[in-house]
């Protein structure tokens, strides 16, 4: 699923200057949840993450981009 893998590579990054610009904790949070099953999973949660906050990291992952 394209969460772990967001949630891995996230984790993979040295920078404290860019993991100060993402929600990092909030990323590898939901990783291990889908990950591990904790609880279940809320595709609630899951299906407004996709709608809501992929789109938000993307701009922000762009603007880091745009910074190199």
């Given at each position: 699923m394209c969460f772990v893998q967001i949630g891995e590579l996230v984790n993979k990054i040295k920078s404290e200057k860019y993991k100060l610009k993402l929600p990092v904790k909030d990323i590898i949070g939901f990783r291990n949840i889908i990950t591990h099953h904790y609880d279940g999973i809320n595709y609630h949660i899951a299906e407004?993450?996709?709608?809501?906050?992929?789109?938000?990291?993307?701009?922000?992952i762009e603007e880091i981009l745009g910074e190199s």
């Open positions: 407004q993450t996709i709608a809501e906050n992929i789109p938000q990291l993307k701009i922000l």
